[in-house]
């Protein structure tokens, strides 16, 4: 089965468990949050862009 037991490393090994957790969720949570900001700013730029006419002009 697994053993989390690190003997004399634990020190060491689960600190750098934890900070690597938590930088990984952070980059993610960076991301998403980029992405909602660049879909809000897309959707701000093609509402106000001037309607396509089809390519037909008159």
Known sequence: MLDFDM???AAYVWPAWG????VLAGLAARALLAARRWKAEL???????PQD???QEK
């Open 7 to 9: 003997g004399e490393y």
């Open 19 to 22: 900070l690597s957790v938590l």
């Open 43 to 49: 959707a701000q730029l093609e509402s106000d862009r």
């Open 53 to 55: 006419t089809g390519g």
